[in-house]
């Protein structure tokens, strides 16, 4: 499956390989996995409060859960 900017970022981590997931979200200072908000929070909305390029960051995840 591939991962979308309207998938909640709870959901993404369990889309392919975790620990990349993680290690991409961490890297963009988004330290999500351990936030309660992050199960009701999409990507697109997890990008906006952190200042990050949606776009950029599905390609990133999406390469992420491929590894």
């Known amino acids: 499956m591939k991962i979308t ?3 909640l970022i ?5 889309q392919g390989n975790q620990q ?4 991409v979200l961490f890297g963009m200072g988004m330290h999500c996995l351990g936030c309660a908000i ?8 997890a ?3 952190h200042g ?3 776009d ?3 390609d990133k995840l999406n390469e ?3 590894k």
């Open 5 to 7: 900017k309207d998938m």
């Open 56 to 58: 950029d960051l599905v």
């Open 10 to 14: 709870g959901d993404v981590i369990n």
């Open 47 to 49: 990008a906006s409060v």
């Open 20 to 23: 990349e997931i993680a290690n």
């Open 38 to 45: 992050a199960h009701g929070e999409t990507v697109e909305e």
């Open 64 to 66: 992420a859960a491929a």
């Open 52 to 54: 990050v390029d949606v």
